[in-house]
């Protein structure tokens, strides 16, 4: 069971390369741009709970955090070096009717 949220509409989201910060009920998420696709991953990094939007690309779809430089893969939400080990989360999204949605579960 999933429930499909509207997070902004389609003008708010953000543009090639920029991370927009969302929380959904009580979850942070970032959704990243990636060369016009959006990905949407949890925006706590699993090390401090640092938000992961706030990182910078340090490579095609590679966000490093600002606090501490783990790498997140914005596909799956992946940790991929340390000081991060578990994933971050991952959400289905797309852009509809204008809107900006993603899937949670329920
Ligand atoms: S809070 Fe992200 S690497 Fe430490």
Redesign the pocket.
């Given at each position: 069971m999933t429930t499909v949220v509207e997070v902004c509409r389609e003008e708010e989201a953000p543009a090639p390369g920029q991370a927009l910060s969302v929380v959904v009920g009580d979850i942070p998420i970032a959704i990243f741009n990636i060369h016009g696709e959006l990905y949407a991953i949890g925006d706590i990094?699993?090390?401090?709970?640092?938000p992961?939007s706030e990182?910078d690309m340090v490579d095609e779809y590679t966000v490093e955090?600002?606090?501490?430089?783990?790498h997140f893969d914005v596909r799956t939400g992946d940790a991929l070096s340390l000081?991060?080990t578990g994933n971050a989360g991952s959400y289905p999204v797309w852009i509809e009717d204008g809107a900006v949605k993603i899937e949670l579960p329920a």
């Open positions: 990094c699993t090390h401090e709970e640092f992961l990182g955090c600002a606090l501490h430089g783990a000081p991060a």
